[in-house]
């Protein structure tokens, strides 16, 4: 049963740092490392929106509004996916959800909340 569980939210001041962790169980090694992992949020009252994501090659994606403050990693082995968040601002809060898309299927896990507030 794959099983995708997100951590490291919390409450940080504007210009502070987290650093989410998606930490997955499930998956064949194989398959982990071929599919594009992701990040996405969703603050209150808004919709979903994709926040970074990386390739089976490393390549990454970000949307507009984090380039350059956030970075989005994984760790094959571990079989974990890791977002860096730098620089925050308050319209960073929402809740933060990891997922997976292999070639079949679309995972998510359960969200985070990141908070951003003095």
């Known amino acids: 049963q794959v099983k995708l569980v997100e951590s490291g939210g919390g409450l940080v001041q504007p210009g502070g740092s987290l650093r989410l962790t998606c930490a997955t169980s499930?998956?064949?090694?194989?398959?982990?490392?071929?599919?594009?992992l992701a990040w996405y949020r969703q603050a209150s009252g808004k919709q979903r929106e994709l926040v970074a994501e990386?390739?089976?090659?490393?390549?990454?994606n970000y949307a507009d509004s984090v380039k350059g403050r956030f970075t989005v990693s994984k760790d094959n082995s571990r079989k974990r996916v890791y977002l860096q968040m730098d620089s925050l601002k308050p319209e960073d809060t929402a809740v933060y959800y990891c997922?997976?898309?292999?070639?079949?299927?679309?995972?998510w896990g359960q969200g985070t909340q990141v908070t951003v507030s003095s």
């Open positions: 997922n997976i898309q292999d070639q079949y299927n679309q995972y």
């Open positions: 499930g998956f064949i090694l194989s398959v982990f490392s071929s599919s594009r």
């Open positions: 990386i390739t089976n090659t490393r390549d990454t």
